[in-house]
Every structure is written in structure tokens, then in C-alpha cells.
């Protein structure tokens, strides 16, 4: 069983992350360079100038990944320390398929205004802030309050991940069945962070506020719901969307939302059956069904073309389409670190969809292939490429590069990362320290 085999590997492992220095140690004097006396001279430097952090030091590649382990994967608010190795499991994705150094922050917290403080406070330490596994409504509280007060990137995965991937796959799946953006009818079922910003997204690129259904717990938002009054208190985010989406006052729950739908976005329960392939066969025509709750989908794939679904994509990696924010995280920060980008704004967000997209289609659309897959390394140069360029133009950038002397430093970053790790599995170096007499023999060589 995976759920064993998983857990035996992080015991032996002790964790999937460490810190190693990336300059050359030939002997103890060379720490009078990195320690003291000389490492005087860039502080003082830095003192002068804050700006000169970001060349002086690592920070400008430096992610913090923050969580306070109220909404982990499909598990829930269990904390913390629970939620501590999905933390650790991001970074690893940071560094191996974006060449980006991340650090686990898990909060003994969940008090919204604590996390903004917390994570302000240690802002001068990172080039990035990447939010993680926060639970609804208080993700979009702490993501604003930070965006404004920071000026580095601040990105909430679940939130702008999640809906940029959407973007992007649902930008190609349109292209494969002839409809068109701003003409599609979507219905969004799940209205927490993940459907919320994707809504939002997805009308920021061009779709429709008109053509748009979301589906909560209570059935269609809409601004003539009963609730409307308490939500704009408890959740203006959701409020906001009632009223920018369903002008029609459309009434109903999930399967009166699908009813007549182009495509069908659920960010919902992770229960096959919560789609039923009845509602997919009332679709309007090539329906277009992404199913992707975590770790199962709302329907399985078959039942989605049982009922007539032309193109199906899940969150899962042994389905077709997986659509999946590990294919856009590592990417735009990638970006966004190596020009040294003061935010990651929608503008950006729509930049990496459509570059997402515009690579898959360069690499051969298919029903059956929407998107890149997490293991064509070159899909994330090209992304994060796109990014930097993006917000060189945006004024954002503290760094400006042409585009040849962008592709070579994002190329060679994530390059590196593929080269290090073969490496290091070639010579027995991947995995924890044990203590025996070959280390010693190997240090005595050298």
C-alpha cells in the first residue's frame, strides 16, 4: 500500500528537505570570506540600502511556505504539526521543479490577524511568501492584508495556483470543442478558496459574470439570496461574487446549476457521486467536466463519459488532464524570484494560463491532453519565463533582463536542480546522514 510505503520512507528519510551551503568550502579560511571578518562588508552595505538584500544574500530566492494547517488536502483542519509534511512536500516541489529554496513554516495559530503579523515579521527574511493550506474565508483576508503591506510576492497556492491551472486547461479543452470564453456557460461547484478565485479568474481573462453559476452548501449564489445580508458580513469575498455572477437570480442547487452548462468546474467534495453522470447527459453539447476534488474526484472519469462529457480532468496524476497546481507554483515563482517581481498580481496569474496552455498546444492538443504533464521540465522554464517577462513589463521587477538572458537563468536554475539530484543519488548522497566509515574514507580523499 502507497499510505505504508509512505510512511516508511519519511521515517528513514527523517523529512524530504535540508539546507546545504551552495558556496565553495576548500578549506577554514575561507570562512573569513562567508562569516567573519568579511561578511561585515555586505551588511554594512545592506544597512545603507535593504534593497541590496536581494543581491547580497539568498533571500531573493528564498520562498517561505505558511500554513496554518486549518485546511490540509482532503484531511481538514488537523493543525500544524499534521499538516507539517504536505508543508515540507511543497518545498520539495519548489526546489526540485522550479530551482526556488522554500522553507516550511507551519503556525502554532489560526487567528487571521496573528498570521498577517507573523508572516509581516519576518518578511525581511524571503523573496517570496507562498500561503498554504488556509482555510476559507480567512485565506482571502490574510492574502489581501498581506499583498498590500508586503512588497514581495505574497500567493495564496489554493487560491491563484488552483484557478491559473484551471485557466489553462480549460483555455485548451474550449479550443478542442470550438466554444469560446467569453461566450461559455460555467458552473463552479464549491465556493471556497480554490472555486472562489477561479471564478474570479476566469471572469478577470474574459468570461462572463452572466454565464456564470457558483454552487455552495446552500444551493446557487445569487444576489436575491436570503443570505446575502448575513454574508456580506461573514464572507464579503462570496457576497461580492453573488452579486458580479447569475443576474438572472437563478434558483436551485448543484444539478439545476449544470443543467444547459458548457463546462462544469467542481472544486467540491472528494466523493465520487457528488456529480451524477445524469447531470453531465443535461449538459449543453461537448460538455467539458473537471472534476477535482482531492484525493477523489467528484465523479470518476468513466461515468463523466458514460454521461456524455468530452473532455474529463481530474486532480489525480494516473487519470488524463491532471490538473494540478504543482504545474504552476514552481513556475511563477520562478519567475517572479529571478526578476525580483514586487507582487504576483491577476495580470501575471492570466500570463501563466495562457503560456501554460500555449506550450501543451505547441506539444499537441488532445481530449485527452490538455495540459503539460509535471515531468516535462521545460513546460516550467517557459512558464516562468513568461512570468518575469510579464512583470518586467508591469514595472514590478527590480531586475530587467532580455529575453535571451531570462531563458538562460531560468533554464539553467531548473536545470541544475535535475542535474544536482542525479548526482547525488549516483554517488549515495540523496537521503539522510549515516554515520559509517565510507564518509570518513570520502573526507579523508578529499
Not at 562567508?34 to 533571500?59: D, H, M, Q
Not at 486547461?169 to 474550449?174: E, F, H, Q, T
Not at 472534476?291 to 465523479?299: C, D, G, K, S
Request: proline share 5%.
Amino acid at each position: 500500500m502507497i499510505e505504508d510505503r509512505a510512511v516508511e520512507l519519511h521515517r528513514r528519510y527523517g523529512g524530504k528537505i535540508q539546507v546545504i551551503p551552495k558556496v565553495p568550502i576548500k578549506s577554514f579560511e575561507d570562512f573569513s570570506i562567508w562569516y567573519t571578518p568579511g561578511v561585515a562588508s555586505p551588511c554594512r552595505l545592506i544597512s545603507s540600502n535593504k534593497e541590496l538584500s536581494f543581491e547580497l544574500t539568498s533571500r531573493w530566492n528564498l520562498v517561505a511556505v505558511v500554513s496554518d494547517g486549518s485546511r490540509v488536502l482532503g484531511l481538514g483542519n488537523i493543525g500544524p504539526y499534521a499538516g507539517y509534511p504536505v508543508i515540507e512536500g511543497k518545498c520539495l516541489l519548489f526546489k526540485f521543479l522550479g530551482g526556488v529554496d522554500a522553507v516550511p513554516l507551519t503556525l502554532a495559530t489560526q487567528d487571521a490577524d496573528k498570521i498577517i503579523e507573523m508572516v509581516r515579521l519576518i518578511s525581511p527574511s524571503f523573496g517570496g511568501i507562498n500561503l498554504e493550506d488556509i482555510e476559507s474565508p480567512k485565506c482571502f483576508q490574510i492574502l489581501e492584508a498581506l499583498q498590500k503591506s508586503l512588497e514581495i510576492p505574497v500567493w495564496h497556492d489554493d487560491q491563484q495556483g488552483t484557478s491559473l491551472v484551471v485557466l489553462a486547461a480549460l483555455i485548451n479543452a474550449l479550443k478542442i470543442v470550438g466554444k469560446k470564453l467569453e461566450e461559455a456557460r460555467i458552473t463552479i461547484i464549491g465556493s471556497g478558496a480554490a472555486g472562489m478565485a477561479t471564478a474570479r479568474l476566469l471572469m478577470e481573462a474574459g468570461a462572463s459574470g452572466r454565464n456564470i453559476l457558483i454552487v455552495d452548501s446552500k444551493g446557487i449564489l445569487s444576489s436575491s439570496r436570503p443570505d446575502m445580508e448575513t454574508l456580506s458580513t461573514t464572507n464579503p469575498w462570496k457576497a461580492e461574487l453573488a452579486r458580479r455572477t447569475n443576474p438572472g437570480n437563478i434558483e436551485g442547487g448543484a444539478e439545476d446549476a449544470v443543467k444547459g452548462s458548457d463546462v462544469l468546474i467542481a472544486l467540491s467534495v472528494p466523493k465520487p457521486g457528488t456529480v451524477k453522470k445524469e447531470w453531465i447527459a443535461r449538459m449543453a453539447g461537448d460538455p467539458i467536466v473537471f472534476a477535482l476534488a482531492n484525493p477523489l474526484p467528484e465523479i470518476w472519469p468513466e461515468d463523466a463519459k458514460a454521461g456524455g462529457a468530452r473532455i474529463v480532468a481530474t486532480g489525480r496524476s494516473d487519470f488524463p488532464n491532471q490538473v494540478n497546481n504543482s504545474l504552476a507554483f514552481p513556475s511563477v515563482f520562478r519567475g517572479v524570484l529571478t526578476v525580483g517581481s514586487r507582487a504576483i498580481t491577476d495580470e501575471l496569474c492570466i500570463e501563466g494560463a495562457r503560456s501554460l496552455a500555449h506550450y501543451a498546444e505547441e506539444k499537441g492538443l488532445g481530449e485527452n491532453s490538455i495540459l503539460p504533464t509535471m515531468d516535462d521540465y521545460m513546460a516550467y522554464v517557459e512558464v516562468a519565463r513568461s512570468i518575469a517577462k510579464k512583470a518586467i513589463q508591469l514595472n514590478l521587477a527590480r531586475r530587467k533582463y532580455s529575453d535571451n538572458e531570462l531563458y538562460d537563468a531560468i533554464h539553467s536554475i531548473i536545470a541544475y536542480q535535475r542535474v544536482l539530484m542525479r548526482s547525488m543519488i549516483k554517488n549515495g548522497l540523496a537521503g539522510s546522514y549515516k554515520p559509517n566509515s565510507s564518509y570518513a574514507a570520502a573526507d579523508d580523499q578529499a
